[in-house]
């Protein structure tokens, strides 16, 4: 599947999806909230989280939406104004 995005830098670059990437999709999508998605892992004080096939899949359906402007659409959203 093609994708892409643009970085801070306004560099435009065809990628995968990568880390940075899914940092976009997490908050946007409340990916952490939804228990389909995503389990939390507590050990005291410290969360990790663990994702599900069904989390891969709903983004991978959101990327092919709009792959060339979603993270974009996103980041616009995350930070108004910019």
């Known amino acids: 599947m093609p994708f892409s995005y643009t ?5 435009s670059l065809k990628k995968s999806f990568n880390g940075y ?4 999709f997490i908050p946007y999508y409340n990916i952490k909230r939804d228990k389909r998605y995503s389990y939390a892992h507590k050990i005291g004080n410290l969360i990790e ?14 990327i092919k939406q709009d ?3 979603i993270v974009e659409k996103i980041k616009k959203e995350i930070t108004p104004g910019t």
Do not use: D, H
């Open 7 to 11: 970085t801070k830098n306004g560099e």
């Open 49 to 62: 989280y663990t994702y599900s096939q069904q989390a891969s899949e709903f983004i991978v359906n959101q």
């Open 21 to 24: 990437v899914l940092s976009q």
């Open 67 to 69: 792959p060339a402007r």
